[in-house]
């Protein structure tokens, strides 16, 4: 998005940071990230998203707000995901560019000036790729890497040690809240998908600094990898024809080589390999109607098209200027108080 003399002196960045019972580090976080964002001579604003926490990651983030009103909170009515949290900081976000970033200090503050620059200089979308990943177990690392190796060849969008941890032009904010309405999102594989222009810069991941480990377990992993590949690629559907085809051929193996028995008048042979082809075609069929199960959950979950997320108090964010479906939904489709308690600075 083309911007004007004023904008390109003093643009606002917007950060989203979307926090997981983080309470044990969020403020140390918000201060290094305050710290970076005041070196880069330009206007901020800061909304971290409380996705549903059982900790005080809220009232902290509320805390910190009194004093300070560039930092803005949001709180889901429960925990959403990461997506859903990423989706509704950037639905809330004002900036004429976004940054999304980790609430742990994975997503090295340090690189914030350096995207800042390079968006200056034309980039829509600064892609922050992730040059080792020390943190993370082997069995991560594997899964990870076999995830992303077969969106990248089976779609062609290469999301290969790709990171949350990206800027966003208004121009591309507006398109993924306006134009992609998927309700199950991969947002690293949509900003891709998108195009316009696009960069990439490179950090280590750290270990986590606060809050202990990782908050995504195994089968919320396993969930995204599944929505990733879903999202982004029908192959899954592809190879289930492949086996069917595989399995004919096997078939026709067998069936000759009876029909050959029995032409030569003799017993048909052959228990063991009945068994076999018994057992392989029992699975094949079975992993292709799971495979196909999983692509009519995700049609289920659009048809259902329930909200991403639903939001329960905020604090410093001005939702005048969100979509209107967030507009209504902490405004209209609440009694007026609670609409006013929830832009109050209370918690
Ligand atoms: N997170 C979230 N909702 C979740 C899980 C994680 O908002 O359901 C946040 C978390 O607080 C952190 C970021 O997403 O800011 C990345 O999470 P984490 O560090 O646990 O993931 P990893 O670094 O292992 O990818
Ligand atoms: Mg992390």
């Known amino acids: 998005m083309k911007l004007n003399e004023n904008d390109l002196k003093h643009p606002l ?3 989203v940071i979307p ?7 969020i403020e140390k976080v918000i201060k290094i990230i305050s710290q970076e964002l005041d070196c880069c001579e330009t206007n901020w604003e800061m909304i971290v998203v409380d996705d ?3 900790d005080q990651t809220y009232q902290k983030i509320c805390e910190i707000s009194r004093s300070d009103s560039r930092i803005k909170g949001i709180a889901l009515s429960r925990n959403f995901g990461k997506e859903g949290a990423m989706l509704a900081g950037l639905e809330s976000a004002t900036g004429n560019a976004v940054i999304i970033m980790d609430a742990d200090l994975q997503h090295p503050p340090s690189l914030i000036p350096e995207m800042i620059e390079k968006w ?3 980039s829509q979308i600064i892609h922050a790729i992730k040059r080792n990943r020390n943190s993370d177990s082997t069995v991560k690392k594997t899964a990870a890497y076999c995830v992303n190796q077969l969106i990248t060849k089976f779609s062609g969008i290469d999301i290969n040690n790709s990171s949350d941890f990206k800027l966003l032009d208004r121009e591309i904010v507006n398109i993924i809240i306006c134009d992609l309405p998927e309700k199950e999102r991969f947002l690293r594989g949509l900003t891709r998908w998108i195009g316009f222009s696009q960069q ?11 809050g202990g480990d990782s908050k995504w377990s195994f089968w919320s992993l396993l969930e995204l990898s ?3 590949l879903t999202s982004f690629t029908c192959a899954p559907l592809r190879i289930i024809t492949f086996l069917g085809l595989a399995t004919l051929l096997l078939g026709v193996l067998v069936a000759s080589d009876a029909l050959l028995s029995w032409v030569n008048n003799e017993a048909v042979s052959g228990y063991t390999t009945l068994i076999i082809c018994l057992l392989l075609i029992g699975s094949f069929v079975m992993i292709s109607l799971g495979i196909i199960g999983e692509y009519i959950a995700k049609i289920y979950e659009e048809v259902k098209a329930r909200p991403h997320y639903l939001i329960r108090a905020s604090v410093g964010v001005d939702h005048k200027k969100s979509p209107d479906r967030i507009k209504k939904m902490v405004t209209s489709r609440y009694p007026l108080a609670e609409a006013a308690r929830m832009t109050s ?3």
């Open 13 to 15: 960045i917007s950060v």
């Open 19 to 25: 926090a997981y019972n983080e309470f044990q580090g």
């Open 52 to 54: 549903g926490s059982s």
């Open 120 to 122: 200056r200089s034309g």
């Open 200 to 210: 990439n810069i490179t950090f280590d991941v750290e270990h986590r600094q606060y």
């Open 226 to 228: 599944i929505t990733a």
């Open 345 to 347: 600075n209370k918690s």
